[in-house]
């Protein structure tokens, strides 16, 4: 069985930094594709990043392009995003999650229908 645990989450001023972790157990992550997903309170879940299972192909959300950067370490089976130039209205539950098969080298997904496993939940907060 598949298990996300996402980490990193907390409260920070507005133009701050912070990196999420998405570490998985149950699976080897190098054979999937990950997305990040977030949700405001009051709002639909949103697509934030998507990366291929080779890293080399990655994919935005508009509200997030040029400031967050998601990477993955296969040897370390963890996703990360990097967050930065942070600003109120990023402030939500962010969300990492996997599809239920294994996926070509430089395929993504920004769909969340596609994704079948996702972790708890990590809450960012950013103060202005």
């Known amino acids: 069985q598949v298990q996300l645990v996402e980490s990193g989450g907390g409260l920070v001023q507005a133009g701050g930094s912070l990196r999420l972790s998405c570490a998985a157990s149950?699976?080897?992550?190098?054979?999937?594709?990950m997305g990040w997903f977030r949700q405001a309170p009051g709002k639909e879940r949103e697509f934030v990043a998507a990366?291929?299972?080779?890293?080399?192909?990655?994919f935005y959300g508009d509200s997030v392009k040029g400031r967050f950067t998601i990477s993955r370490d296969n040897t370390k089976n963890t996703v990360y995003l990097q967050m930065t130039s942070l600003k109120a209205e990023d402030t939500a539950i962010y969300y990492c999650a996997a599809p239920p098969q294994r996926t070509a080298w430089n395929q993504i997904f920004t769909a969340e229908r596609v994704y079948d496993y996702w972790g708890q939940g990590t809450q960012v907060t950013i103060s202005s």
């Open positions: 990366i291929s299972r080779s890293g080399g192909t990655t």
């Open positions: 149950g699976r080897t992550l190098s054979s999937y594709a």
